[in-house]
């Protein structure tokens, strides 16, 4: 049985760069730099960056989204456009969110909410539309 979300891996042309936004910009914690790639981690998340010169970022809505507190986003989405994270979709969802992308043009998203308060909004919409 599938338990949960194991790890993310991104090819990075620049594997230095890349370290530097997850470290620097992210401040995700470096577990290992190895030949071609590194290790790093936010919480029970670890993640892959993995040197390839061939990457070439998607144009549709797949992307990956990090765990924020809601009082830690405003600071944390100032930290990444001061590192150069541009920003690819306005949010139009609940919770609150900051749509970026990395310096490979990875579509990442700071997301502060489960899914337990997804649905329940989910459920307040459905209710207001059928006008309970």
Sequence with gaps: MIRGL???T????DLDRALAFYRDAMGLEVARVFEGGAY???GDLWLCL???TA??????YTHVAFDVAEADLPALTARLMAHGARQWKENRSEGGSFYFLDPDGHRLELHAGSLASRLAH???VRRQECGA
Aim: a neutral charge; hydrophobic letters at 35%; proline letters at 5%.
């Design 55 to 60: 990457t070439t970022p998607t144009a549709d």
């Design 40 to 42: 790093l981690s936010a």
């Design 10 to 13: 991104l090819a990075v042309r």
């Design 50 to 52: 993995s040197k390839d």
């Design 6 to 8: 194991n790890h993310v």
């Design 122 to 124: 989910m459920d307040r």
